[in-house]
């Protein structure tokens, strides 16, 4: 059985002390929500604060990206341990604006997924396609790319860690959301790929988030679908009333 797992990827927005504001509020409204995984995910400065605010709940906190090296000469990056350090136990990694803005290539997803690995921080495994790239028939084709190349150094044992989150360019912070079901088929798809890459057991253990306009009134129609068990939320987990009231429609509460 795998459990719910809503992430909320704050991208660019938050100080440390409107982020920590936020979390305290989102706590105080959910309360004790056993059945479905929650993890926040500010940008770095807010990380530290806010992982103090979480420390002992069962709000998770999470990265937006990361560096794959250790430490050393290389302005602007934060490391693996550094993020461990200020409470984080997951990070989304291979984000369409890390891809698509960044120019991030699968090559360096791959390694970034593997620097988490080896840190014990939990990969939330970001791909999907573009709107060309779907009018075009190649929503699978490029999935599966990017599946390959991200999980090329992960071992069997370990790719029930990850969370693979499908999130289709097009309907990312435009509103236009995929509909339950397409995003439902390209769920399966990645399911029957890392049952190829694995086996059928393993992909059955991996949990994948849509993602791409999600709000409180559409997530449980994504949550109802087979493959699908949780999304990852941008613009609606800005507000703590709005996202909590999402993860508790994603559990039909
Ligand atoms: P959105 O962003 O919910 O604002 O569309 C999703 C994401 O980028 O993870």
């Known amino acids: 059985m795998r459990k719910p797992v809503i992430g909320g990827n704050w991208k660019m927005n938050k100080t440390p002390q409107e982020g920590v504001e936020l979390v305290a509020e989102l706590r105080d409204d959910l309360g004790d929500m056993a059945d479905v995984e929650v993890i926040i995910c500010p940008p770095y ?22 560096y794959w090296e250790k430490e050393g000469a290389f302005t602007g990056q934060v490391s693996p341990g550094m993020l461990r350090a200020c409470g984080c136990q997951y990070v989304i990694i291979g984000h369409s604006e890390r891809r698509h803005v960044f120019g991030e290539t699968d090559a360096q997803v791959a390694k970034k997924v593997r620097a988490a ?128 009231q999402l993860i508790r429609n994603s559990t039909g509460r």
Do not use: M
């Open 117 to 244: 690995l080896d840190e014990g921080l939990k990969p939330i495994l970001c791909v999907g396609e573009l709107l060309a790239e779907r009018e075009v028939g190649e929503t699978e084709i490029v999935v599966k790319r990017q599946l390959e190349a991200a999980l090329a150094g992960v071992r069997g044992e370990e790719i029930s860690t990850l969370v693979i989150a499908y999130e289709p360019v097009w309907a990312i912070g435009t509103g236009r959301a995929s509909t339950a079901e397409d995003a439902q088929d390209v769920a399966h798809f990645i399911r029957r790929t890392l049952a190829g890459l694995y086996d059928r057991e393993k992909s059955e253990a991996v949990r994948i988030q849509y993602g791409g306009s999600v709000k409180p009134e559409n997530v449980k129609f994504y949550l109802a679908e087979a493959d699908i068990d949780g999304a990852l939320v941008g613009g609606a987990s800005l507000k703590a009333a709005v996202f909590a």
């Open 45 to 66: 400065p807010a990380l530290l604060p806010i992982g103090s605010e979480l420390a002992g709940g069962n709000i998770k906190l999470g990265a937006q990206d990361l």
